[in-house]
């Protein structure tokens, strides 16, 4: 087990945005929010470099330009994954969200979520849409494929869970958000979320009705940036209803836990997409008080591995070499 302390390794940064975030044993999840951060749990992880900032669209565009990947948006749907679906939306596409003239139903995600053929990365609202004015922002539409191709192009990884939610605590234990424990301390808006009724009414109070440039708000006590809000981020551990309980763990506190096995992360509710879900972190612009207060460091949610919608993005990270290894 590493030094708690984790002083910073000898040596360069992966890249030259890497902030270091020392290892720590800290309280993971909550038990004064949402079910599924439940149990709030101690565990133990090892310091290691996280990317000041989600991966932008100029950025991802890098990594296409030199490899000519398609993302998983892209490419046609395989009709036997989908079954019942109309034939003419087996197309390359992505879900995108659409404002409602009105309040509705908030149960039903259909009446704001839209299947949008030509959505994708390029196109965040679909054909007709584009990058000119969002270079910097975070890239979005992209799975958890798209996400890991990236990564190990930069020679990066994605963070786990509890790597994540240790560096979007920014050294705070068992603090609400980012900086604290108010929503929006002295009337400062520190996150990009929405304010208003969701989805049908936002006062964009804190500058932004959509995403926002990477940066825009203060960074956290390490550094980081948007640990809170603009996109919800991948993460590679399986998605599970709950944390394990910590009398599951009774003789040590876990030491970089890794998640569930991927059985765990089938949704038993829509048993016709039999695809694993990972766990996405940290809220989007799309989490409202009235729905979704998710812009804190224990939220978290389950995402299909082949679905990017159009508040889903992902930062990289890299964990020091072992004795021996060059970083």
Request: aromatic share 12%.
């Amino acid at each position: 087990m590493a030094d708690m302390t984790s002083p910073v390794p000898v040596g360069q940064p992966p890249t030259t945005d890497a902030v270091w975030v020392p290892g720590a044993t800290f309280h993971m999840g909550s038990d004064r929010h949402y079910p599924e951060e439940a149990p709030a749990h101690q565990v133990a992880v090892d310091g290691f470099w996280m990317s000041a900032t989600t991966v932008t669209n100029r950025q991802f565009g890098a990594f296409v330009e030199a490899t000519g990947y398609l993302t998983v948006a892209e490419r046609p749907l395989d009709p036997a994954g989908f079954p019942g679906a109309p034939i003419e939306n087996l197309v390359p596409g992505s879900l995108v969200f659409a404002m409602t003239p009105g309040p509705v139903d908030l149960r039903d995600l259909s009446q704001w979520w839209v299947w949008t053929p030509g959505a994708s990365w390029r196109h965040p609202e679909g054909p007709g849409s584009g990058l000119d004015d969002r270079r910097d922002h975070p890239v979005v539409h992209v799975a958890f494929e798209d996400a890991e191709s990236y990564a190990a192009w930069s020679g990066l990884e994605l963070p786990t869970e509890a790597e994540w939610e240790l560096a979007a605590r920014g050294g705070l234990e068992q603090r609400a958000f980012v900086w604290g424990d108010e929503a929006v301390p002295d009337g400062r808006y520190l996150a990009n979320f929405w304010q208003g009724d969701f989805p049908w009414r936002n006062s964009a109070d804190d500058g932004f009705a959509g995403t926002a440039p990477v940066g825009s708000f203060p960074s956290n006590g390490y550094g980081l940036y948007d640990m809170a809000g603009n996109v919800w981020e991948w993460t590679t551990d399986w998605y599970a209803v709950r944390h394990p309980d910590q009398a599951d763990q009774p003789c040590c506190v876990p030491l970089n836990p890794r998640g569930p096995d991927v059985e765990a992360s089938f949704d038993p509710a829509a048993p016709q997409f039999p695809v694993p879900r990972r766990v996405l972190k940290g809220g989007s612009f799309l989490c409202a008080d009235n729905y979704c207060q998710r812009y804190r460091p224990a939220a978290r949610r389950p995402q299909m591995v082949d679905t990017g919608m159009s508040h889903c993005g992902f930062r990289t990270m890299k964990r020091p070499p072992a004795a021996g290894e060059r970083l």
